[in-house]
């Protein structure tokens, strides 16, 4: 197949087209080529979605399929004006959703207003996504795939999220670990290769939410210490009490990566996936995902990047949680 990926030079964009360069698929990269180097064997195609005839090197073909990891409505509707392709594939987000409280919700969820005024930036990164899902739909009907990813992790992943669990078991800043007491909590942590191989296999067509296999917390954490080699203590620390350190959940500076304490965002680590499974949606082991992901960290000059705490808070958060030891 002749496929054109609208990116293609960032992580998931890079994955999507080794993927299907894997596959023995011809690979056009359409991107700007400021966030690194195409996959090897792919060709990049120079433009800019935010000026006018950016597509004007790639629209006189006919393609297979294009995939589009687009965050601004304008390019998307830019794109599925000017291209012709058998079938359109767009990458989406759980952020979509109007009510990411509810657990294991299904893609008929209600979604945000992509004409609302948003309350937060998150709320905005999801309207713009709606948005784009609405253009590649009234464009190409049946002919599109829209996939809601979760969580995407793995080896390169620039958020820091999936890696910084088993780098910290693996560069303790103590004697012990700070880890949320909070071992129910629900993560769905989608490796990027299991996500683009699926892209570029799938003939399906529809919504599907792209999200990993539901994993309570402790024992992701688990998985982590075991590829660490980890053999240290755990000190648990009540989500209360973390939350008035100023702890972060989720992501961020400060935070404790993948944990989510807010009632409010319960469902956003804990969707329906089963329709993408039945689609052919497949997943490798947890352990085999955070060891490549802690291999590539291992290469990172800077600790934590993204996301996670540095040697200096979490110390600092040890003292107090344990003032006799």
Not at 88 to 110: C, L, Q, R, W
Request: charged letters at 20%; hydrophobic letters at 45%; aromatic letters at 6%.
């Amino acid at each position: 197949m002749r496929i054109l990926v609208l990116g293609g030079t960032a992580w998931l964009g890079r994955a999507i087209a080794a993927a299907a360069l894997a596959a023995g698929h011809e690979v056009v990269c359409l991107a700007r080529g400021r966030s690194g180097s195409a996959a090897v064997g792919a060709r990049l195609v120079v433009a800019d979605r935010d000026r006018p005839g950016a597509y004007a090197a790639v629209e006189g073909a006919r393609w297979d399929a294009v995939v589009d990891v687009a965050r601004a409505p304008a390019h998307v509707r830019g794109a599925v004006a000017a291209l012709e392709a058998d079938r359109y594939v767009f990458v989406s987000t759980g952020n979509v959703y109007a009510d990411p409280s509810i657990v294991h919700a299904d893609e008929d969820a209600p979604l945000l207003d992509p004409n609302g005024v948003p309350a937060d930036g998150g709320e905005a990164y999801g309207m713009g996504k709606v948005a784009c899902e609405r253009a590649v739909q009234e464009t190409y009907g049946d002919r599109s795939l829209i996939a809601r990813a979760g969580l995407i992790g793995g080896p390169g992943d620039p958020s820091g999220r999936s890696g910084w669990w088993p780098w910290r078991y693996a560069h303790p800043a103590a004697d012990a670990v700070l880890v949320p007491d909070a071992e129910a909590r629900p993560t769905e942590l989608i490796d990027v290769r299991d996500l683009a191989a699926w892209l570029v296999a799938t003939e399906a067509t529809g919504v599907f939410n792209a999200v990993g296999p539901e994993v309570p917390l402790g024992e992701h954490l688990t998985v982590a210490r075991r590829v660490a080699g980890f053999t240290g203590a755990a000190a648990l620390a009540p989500e209360p009490w973390l939350l008035e350190q100023e702890v972060a959940e989720w992501a961020g500076p400060r935070s404790l990566p993948l944990w989510l304490a807010d009632p409010g965002w319960q469902g956003f680590a804990a969707r329906d996936g089963s329709r993408a499974r039945a689609a052919g949606l497949t997943h490798r082991p947890l352990a085999e995902t955070l060891r490549d992901v802690l291999a590539w960290e291992e290469t990172q000059p800077v600790h934590p990047h993204g996301a996670g705490l540095s040697d200096e808070d979490e110390r600092a958060l040890l003292r107090l949680l344990r003032p006799s030891t």
